[in-house]
């Protein structure tokens, strides 16, 4: 009897052993932790695993967490997960009680197909998968490519984040995206590489949220850049779709084709697409197989209740920008858009020459292309936009200019081009300064620069020039003319020196004399351009008493000398005076700030033809008018220099310059005036120090 | 012996003399008559023939006069149709104005274009300014003794020219005689009322939206009226500068151009 239950006990501890060693190693159903002693399949909550050698298996309120230890391939779910083993990133697999993998699972990759929640990818080595609760994220090298597709939708949960581990880029289908952080405005730097993919519809999208992104061509060149407007609002995701059919409705989309890239937004402002000079279309080519798009030359566009779309039409074709609704075209800093809110009730194209898409950089310049205006309706309007790379913009009517050269159209093609927008013409080019100059200038003169200098040499040339003949000192020159003002009469007049708290102003004569009389009490206006209506409104200013202290004035030009018997030249024909002025300690200071006029030197070389600036004070206003000298008299008198145009009334007493100095003063509306000769005369050595002062700084250079 | 009768007797034709009886008939009251009537329509002839031969003479006198006050005032119309395009329809521009001394047509949202009859007044107080100076008092004319009287200026912008009319009255004489001139004329033939109206036109699109200039709209109005719009920048971002060209006007060789500027309002959303 002992025996038989010796048998017996001995029976069941082996039947004990045998089932303890079957669960361990096949199916253990049990709730105790434990480790796999080598690689293998096992059956946990009848679910069969392949389970790496020594993979810590736990078991924890219904969920299962396996913790490989070694590198290799496990299988969960009838699907391989090729792992590799981090230690400082150590795997682990997190089952709920249906056997699926959850939040918290993570793992490094060995290069190979996955299926994660449904997505099918080829991840590189390296890459770390983590589950979350509603995606998937991945953490991929820097340059990998990856992506996913989609083989039954049935499989599908939430959606995947791909992101680099570091700043750097991912490879996706459309090109090389590089997420961007924004440094300061309008100013970005490289930051670790973000982008979405959902199966949502029975399509499978992808879309970002970063601020901004760039697409890279291989060669690493900035193909195009995207700035996400709606950053940082409840829905920050632009689409990025490769086919028209695939816009994702009342969202911003950006269209991604080997010959297209398109922003989109149908309900409001759409991304906005900064094209760069390594773009796919062609935009910015130049005739010497480089590309003129820069920080300098910038092209940008956004959709706004419409599309913005860049077509690249073949290799000898300018490109095409295509827009409707509101959306904008801001090539450089200026803005050309399509509005539809007015009276017309017909699409007009804008123009607001500020830059309107916001948080790129403008460029200066401008490059090729071609715009096809829509309506909200998809239909084209009837004008095309054109720039070319001068900076030049103009309106055609549809078809006018169908097949332009790539590098863009000059001026002689538009003849037919109405309107014409530009930054780059001459007159634009020139300094504000420079402008009232040459507008100032002549006709002919201005003819003969535009000829001579323009043409030639450019804005440059025509600037140096004007710089020659207004001189380099014209500030001074134009802030030291003056007016007179004598009773009802008003004239013009020159600052000329200071001494002893009085300031000195050479006039003619004429200006202060009244039927034969010199008139002792006179009023001088400081005038300038910037404050030309000095005797009136608000620039009202206090005029400056003065006193006439040399005085010629205007009367025959020859006088009968009985001593000889004969007429000579009448040297008491100076038509010229040299007033005193008393100003008040404010007068004095705002006098000094302006300066005064050196009287050129007696023997300055002053020849016929030479081209000379009168300036004075005709009514209430500056005016300063280039003209030429046809006649200069090697005796004194009136006048005894002569231009080829006549000073306006009110300028009388004005100066005449060349250069920086003065060398004549108005007499006559015929274009006379009083030439250096005379002016030494008038000054003799009474008032030398005028001049003097001036020929010792001349001489010492 | 009767003269007469000699006359009719040797010269006369049977034809003529049935004339003549119809010309004199027999009533000697009627011969005296028809006499008078004769002799006042030969005197007449030769009264006008005299007078058509003075006002000959003195058209001819005077021609060179009426010639150079006449091109005077065409030479200054064109100058100041040329300077009132520079400045936006003005000889000086007013406030508000560029530097360049071009007239604002939009600035603070309000409307400042000139009405017609300002641009008038501009051309005239030009020309009334500067003529003297183009007349320089006659002193090309030496043989002439002329009194001027003061001059005024009246300008009308039609379509397809600017007339103006020259109340400039002068007394000349040359010699013994002496002429009296009032009036002059001239037509420069530059499209300004065209220009007008077109600017016009575009201003009133542009009061609508002061924030940008409607490009199309230019066009429109440029195709219309056959002209061209140039719209360039300045220094200032908002400040556009607005060239009208017409290749149908010439004035002084080139292309008619009115300039005029505009100053757009961005509002509180400028950068």
Do not use: W
């Not at chain 1, 590098?407 to 037919?416: H, P, V």
């Amino acid at each position: 009897m002992k025996t038989k239950i010796k048998i017996k006990l001995a029976i069941i501890c082996f039947a004990i052993i045998i089932l303890a060693y079957l669960k361990s190693s096949f199916s253990q159903n049990q709730t105790d932790d434990f480790s796999t002693s080598k690689e293998g399949e096992f059956i946990l909550n009848n679910k069969k695993y392949y389970l790496l050698e020594n993979t810590k298996v736990d078991f924890e309120k219904g969920k299962i967490i396996f913790e490989p230890t070694k590198s290799g391939i496990l299988m969960i779910n009838n699907q391989e997960f090729n792992i590799k083993y981090d230690k400082d990133n150590p795997p682990k697999f997190i089952l709920d009680k249906d056997g699926k993998l959850i939040t918290g699972t993570k793992f490094t990759t060995q290069e190979g197909k996955f299926e994660l929640r449904g997505y099918i990818l080829n991840l590189p080595e390296n890459s770390i998968v983590e589950y979350l609760e509603d995606k998937i994220v991945i953490t991929a090298p820097v340059s990998s490519e990856i992506i996913p597709n989609v083989e039954d939708s049935k499989n599908i949960e939430g959606f995947l984040e791909i992101k680099t581990k570091e700043p750097g880029f991912l490879k996706i289908q459309g090109g090389n995206i590089q997420a961007l952080k924004e440094m300061s405005p309008g100013k970005y730097e490289n930051k670790e590489t973000r982008i979405f993919y959902e199966y949502k519809d029975g399509k499978l999208r992808t879309y970002f949220e970063d601020k901004s992104i760039n697409f890279l061509n291989d060669n690493g060149e900035l193909d195009f850049r995207i700035i996400n407007n709606g950053f940082g609002t409840n829905d920050p995701r632009v689409y990025l779709v490769y086919d028209e059919k695939e816009l994702v409705s009342k969202k911003s989309n950006v269209l991604i084709k080997d010959d297209r890239i398109g922003s989109f937004n149908f309900l409001g402002k759409g991304p906005i697409i900064e094209i760069g000079n390594g773009n796919r279309i062609g935009v910015g080519l130049n005739k010497e197989g480089g590309n003129d798009l820069s920080d300098e030359r910038t092209l940008s566009f956004q959709s706004d209740k419409g599309f913005a779309i860049l077509n690249k039409f073949g290799d000898d074709r300018t490109p095409v920008l295509q827009i409707s609704g509101n959306s904008i075209y801001g090539p450089d800093k200026k803005s050309f858009f399509i509005s539809n809110d007015n009276i017309r009730q017909k699409p007009e194209i804008h123009h607001e020459p500020k830059p309107i898409i916001e948080g790129i950089n403008h460029g200066d310049g401008t490059v090729s292309l071609i715009v096809h205006p829509f309506d909200s309706e998809g239909n084209r309007i009837a004008y095309d936009l054109f720039v070319n790379n001068e900076n030049e913009y103009a309106i055609f009517k549809q078809g006018l200019l169908d097949d332009p050269k790539i590098y863009g159209f000059k001026k002689d093609n538009l003849k037919e081009a109405v309107s014409l927008f530009s930054s780059g013409i001459s007159f634009n080019q020139m300094s504000s300064e420079r402008k009232i100059e040459f507008l100032q200038l002549s006709y002919e003169a201005r003819k003969d620069l535009v000829e001579n200098f323009l043409k030639t040499g450019g804005v440059a040339a025509l600037e140096k020039e004007l710089e020659r003949i207004y001189g380099p000192s014209r500030d001074i020159i134009t802030r030291a003319s003056v007016k007179v003002s004598v009773g009802s009469k008003t004239g013009s007049g020159t600052l000329v020196g200071i001494k002893d708290n009085k300031i000195y102003l050479l006039t003619a004569a004429h200006v202060v004399e009244e039927n034969g009389k010199i008139i002792e009490d006179f009023e001088v206006y400081l005038t300038s351009p910037e404050n030309k209506y000095i005797s009136t409104g608000k620039y009202k200013a206090e005029p400056i008493l003065g006193k006439v202290v040399a005085f010629s004035k205007r009367q025959g030009a020859f006088k009968y000398y009985k001593e000889r018997g004969k007429y000579e030249p009448n040297p008491e024909n100076l038509d010229l005076a040299l007033l005193e002025l008393t100003p008040t300690n404010q007068q004095l200071e705002e006098v000094k700030k302006r300066g005064f006029v050196k009287i050129a030197p007696s023997d300055f070389d002053l020849r016929v033809e030479e081209k000379v600036v009168m300036i004075g004070c005709p009514r209430d206003m500056f005016y300063a008018r280039g003209c030429r000298i046809t006649s200069i008299s090697k005796t004194t008198g009136t006048n005894s220099l002569k231009v080829d145009i006549s000073p306006y009334p009110g300028m009388s007493g004005g100066g005449l310059f060349k250069d920086r100095y003065l060398v004549g003063v108005v007499q006559s509306g015929g274009g006379g005036f009083g030439n250096l000769e005379s002016i030494y005369t008038l000054l003799g050595d009474k008032y030398s120090f005028l001049y003097r002062l001036m020929l010792l700084i001349i001489k010492r250079g | 012996m009767d003269v007469k009768m000699i006359y009719r007797k040797k010269v006369i034709s049977p034809f003529d003399l049935f004339t003549l009886n119809k010309i004199f008939p027999e009533s000697k009251r009627s011969q005296i008559t028809v006499f008078i009537v004769i002799t006042i329509t030969i005197i007449a002839i030769v009264i006008i023939i005299f007078v058509s031969n003075t006002e000959k003479n003195k058209e001819l006198e005077i021609q060179p006069i009426n010639d150079f006050v006449q091109n005077c005032l065409f030479e200054n119309g064109e100058e100041s149709i040329f300077l009132i395009g520079e400045t936006g329809g003005y000889v000086i521009p007013p406030e508000p104005s560029l530097e360049q001394s071009i007239a604002y047509y939009l600035h603070d949202n309000k409307n400042y274009m000139p009405s017609k009859e300002k641009i008038e007044n501009e051309i005239s107080s030009y020309i009334d300014i500067l003529l003297p100076f183009c007349i320089n008092g006659f002193e090309n004319f030496p043989e002439y003794i002329i009194t001027e009287n003061s001059l005024t200026t009246q300008t009308r912008i039609e379509d397809e020219k600017v007339v103006l009319d020259l109340d400039y009255p002068l007394s000349i004489t040359k010699g013994s005689n002496t002429y009296q001139i009032d009036m002059f004329s001239a037509e420069v033939p530059a499209r300004l009322g065209i220009i007008y109206n077109a600017i016009t036109e575009a201003m009133n699109n542009q009061m609508e939206r002061t924030d940008s200039i409607c490009a199309s709209c230019l066009y429109d109005i440029g195709e219309k009226y056959n002209l061209y719009f140039h719209v360039l920048d300045t220094n200032e971002t908002e400040i556009l500068l607005i060239i009208v060209r017409d290749e149908n006007s010439k004035i002084l060789d080139e292309d008619y151009k009115f300039n005029y500027a505009i100053k757009l309002d961005f509002g509180e959303n400028e950068n």
